[in-house]
RNA sequence: GCCGGGAUAGCUCAGUGGUAGAGCACCUGAUUGUGGAUCAGGAGGCGGGGGUUCGAUACCCCCUCCCGGUACCA
């Protein structure tokens, strides 16, 4: 062991194997045509940002979780040298996307703008890989800068929609959306006495566990506080017994339509104008939703969805992968005062982000395949005993001129067919190709459906009957119908996963 | 961040104050040009550091990582 370096992951950090990153690619592209068809265009910006670009743009527990990175390797400054640039690693796309917006609109940007971005942020909170809580995760986002209508976050919701249905998810069973709008809990709470900004907090980070926490627990963290399981103690809002009674109610009362529970709101709220201006807000984009064809099953009106970030300032979302166990898959929300950070001229905006890391954790929880396979290429050519190993080269060559995707085989077992062959079927390829002494002598070409000869020997035991079956599933043929056999034996194959 | 529990082979786990095993996986071979099963053989490990002890994988402390909760969020 003297001198090697462990071979590990920095903790909250992993690698992506080639299996994971197929699935991965897929789901991405599948997200990424959904943004298109919207009309969102790509965009990316470095992963570093200067401090004062993150810092007090997500709130506080944001700050905590930046990643501070130093620039130049020099530990002390010299006196009289200038200091090096403070520098962190972004915590979302969100705040990176305000910056764009105040650097470069209304010039080489023109407003409204809608845009999406792939990219991994970073996040130095405690990691729990199980649950889907990772320090870099890779988030893809859509938002629109510079409109305040309710149509344009409608058009977010939607689009979100859209990304989970393209993934072949059904609403309501594999996921769901929340939406809330905070003036609709803010005219509550003012309606009862609760002005006070931090009080107001607390009770929407509170009412936010609603699902995952117990009726009793919720009720004792409004009022007097709770002890966890480990005996931890959780501090209480401090609310009185009547008025804790009232908000349960109010966040709880969610019907079977989103208009219906936002009538059944509508009634508990306080005849004031912030309330009923906050009502008016949300039945407006309400109907922009039906207007999108949002289903009732995927889309649900949540009063009690608060969200954690700071710089929400009306309309939230929230998706859930139904029984996935990873938590929330995708979140966002409207931010008109995020761009004021970096200019004086505010831009309203508003936009979503899908976790991709909890998505494909979650979806592979659930089961959820897409036919992606361990391999790109879909032919193998192998390299056969008593031959030039050149003419496998050439064969491999030819098939890609024809555009099939083909590896050549390159491993220390060349002229070990069962060896090739196990590597072939380990890695899923779905045809492998052999010329050997014999084709090579009659102008010929063996291709095997690696497939069809595993189905067709499945069922034998016997060892002599499994060697006489070996052939199974290939065919030789002449040399110039190789690409044309290997097109049937693909098109076969893809059929038979349609 | 905080509270609690863990760490033995690639994976899932067993085990003891006298330096370790199983199943699966992996590698080699069984009429040299055929995937699987079977059979035979093989390789591979007590997370890192310190302490107690004649002796530590085991007992104690620190670190790292993992799991659960909390907080927060994707």
Excluded: W
Excluded at 38 to 48: A, K
Excluded at 150 to 165: G, L, P, T
Excluded at 239 to 266: M, N, P, Q
Excluded at 354 to 371: C, K, Q, S, Y
């Amino acid at each position: 062991m003297t001198g090697l370096v462990r071979p590990q992951n920095l903790r909250g950090f992993r690698d992506l194997l080639p299996e994971e990153m197929l699935l991965r690619n897929e789901v991405v592209a599948r997200i990424t045509r959904v943004y298109q068809s919207y009309g969102f265009v790509p965009l990316d910006t470095p992963v570093l940002e200067s401090l004062p670009t993150l810092l007090g743009s997500g709130g506080e527990e944001a700050d905590k979780q930046i990643f501070v990175v130093r620039e130049n390797t020099k530990p002390v400054v010299a006196e009289g040298e200038a200091a090096p640039v403070e520098v962190g690693m972004r915590f979302d796309l969100t705040v990176p996307f305000a910056r764009i917006i105040a650097q470069y609109a209304p010039q080489q940007i023109k407003l409204p703008f809608r845009r999406y971005h792939v990219g991994p942020v970073f996040r130095a909170d405690d990691p729990q890989p199980e649950q889907g809580r990772f320090r870099q995760f890779t988030q893809l986002d859509a938002d629109i800068a510079g409109s305040s209508t309710v149509a344009a976050d409608a058009e977010i919701v939607a689009v979100m929609s859209a990304a989970f249905d393209s993934l072949g998810l059904e609403g309501s069973t594999g996921y769901f959306v929340r939406v809330n709008n905070r003036k609709l809990v803010d005219a509550f709470l003012a309606g009862v006495g609760i002005e006070d900004f931090e009080t107001a907090r607390h009770v929407l980070r509170v009412l936010d566990k609603a699902d995952k926490i117990s009726p009793e627990a919720l009720r004792a963290e409004l009022g007097e506080g709770r002890f966890d399981v480990s005996g931890d103690r959780i501090r209480g809002v401090g609310l009185a017994g009547d008025l804790i009674d009232a908000l349960l109610v109010f966040v709880g009362i969610g019907k079977d339509t989103r208009s219906e529970t936002l009538d059944a709101l509508e009634a508990l709220l306080p005849a004031t104008d912030q309330a009923q201006s906050a009502v008016a807000e949300v039945r407006e984009f309400l109907s922009h939703l039906d207007a999108l064809g949002v289903s009732e099953a995927s889309v649900q009106l949540d009063p009690s969805l608060a969200r954690g970030l700071a710089y929400y300032t009306g309309t939230v979302y929230e998706a859930t992968l139904v029984g996935a166990g990873v938590g929330s898959v995708g979140g966002g929300g409207r931010y008109d005062g995020l761009v004021s950070r970096f200019s004086d001229d505010p831009v309203a905006a508003v936009g979503v982000s899908i976790g991709i890391d909890r998505l494909v954790t979650g979806l592979a929880n659930l089961g959820v395949e897409f036919g992606t396979a361990r391999t790109t290429a879909d032919v193998v050519v192998l390299v056969m005993p008593k031959v030039e190993p050149a003419e496998a080269t050439r064969v491999a060559a030819e098939l890609r001129a024809a555009g099939v995707n083909t590896e050549l085989y390159v491993g220390e077992s060349v002229g070990k067919v069962g060896k090739q062959l196990a590597y072939a079927n380990a890695q899923g390829f779905r045809a492998a190709v052999m010329i050997g002494g014999n084709e090579v002598q009659d102008g010929t070409v063996t291709v095997k459906n690696l497939q069809a000869g595993a189905e067709s020997r499945a069922a034998i035991a016997d060892n002599s009957e499994y060697r006489a079956a070996r052939s199974a599933g290939q065919m030789t043929v002449p040399r110039a119908d190789l690409t044309a056999t290997v097109r049937e034996i693909l098109g076969d194959t893809l059929e038979e996963k349609a």
